[in-house]
């Protein structure tokens, strides 16, 4: 069966440290992948998308890799900062222009 | 540009009570809507697909009679929970895509509903 799996737990660093975020996939061909933040009580926000013939993509301090052979994307923010204390998604795009997402991955920077 | 509201943002509303939540695109046509369910701390669960003037497709295991999806025009989506009921309490979350992009979703705030 298709699965999307974020990890669970909450991710900790300190400010100004690099947060790595990790989203595996099953049994999926994604055209392409998508990051969203999610704060509480909100809907989520688009961040990036990357497509399968993409090995990277940065925005600010954003960057998104995708291995489409590891079947892995990691989502990297430098420079972190307090603000930046979110629930993080992770999305594929399935038949016609339905996406999947991921549980996400909460961050939590601390000062 | 590429907003989308949701209204209201939060309902309570007694068991057996049908509730209506609206998904408007503020600034852009959407052809397609799409409806999702969120319960705490779980993933987004797409419940249907609607595109405009056309009967939403709906997920697996999602009633149709039981969340009824109108989409009138490239504007407006509106999700009506017929009869609710306590375990439909839930995060409902819109998004809208438009014809022109990368097919982008644009997420709605989300309602918030709570059925007593």
């Known amino acids: 069966s298709q699965k999307i799996e974020q990890n669970s737990e909450a991710l900790n660093i300190q400010e100004g440290k690099t947060a790595t975020l990790t989203c595996n996939y099953t049994n999926y061909s994604p055209a392409y992948l998508q990051w969203y933040r999610q704060d509480p009580g909100r809907g989520p926000v688009f961040l990036l998308l990357i497509r399968e013939n993409e090995k990277e993509k940065r925005k600010e301090r954003l960057k998104v890799t995708f291995d489409t052979t590891l079947k892995q994307s990691l989502f990297h923010i430098t420079a972190s900062q307090p603000a930046d204390s979110a629930t993080y998604l992770c999305?594929?795009?399935?038949?016609?222009?339905?996406?999947?997402f991921g549980t996400g991955t909460q961050l939590k920077v601390e000062l | 540009g590429a907003v989308v509201s949701q209204h209201p943002s939060r309902v309570i509303c007694k068991s057996g009570t049908s509730v209506k939540i609206e998904c408007r695109s503020l600034d852009f046509q959407a052809t397609t809507m799409f409806w999702y369910r969120q319960f705490p701390k779980q993933s987004l669960m797409l419940m249907a697909t609607s595109n405009e003037g056309s009967k939403a497709t709906y997920e697996q295991g999602v009633e149709k009679d039981k969340f009824l999806i109108n989409h009138a025009s490239l504007t407006l989506s509106t999700l009506t929970v017929a009869s609710a009921h306590p375990e439909d309490s839930s995060f409902y979350i819109c998004s809208a895509s438009r014809l022109a992009g990368n097919n982008e979703q644009f997420f709605g705030p989300g309602t918030r509903l709570t059925v007593l």
């Open positions: 999305a594929l795009k399935g038949g016609g222009n339905k996406l999947t």
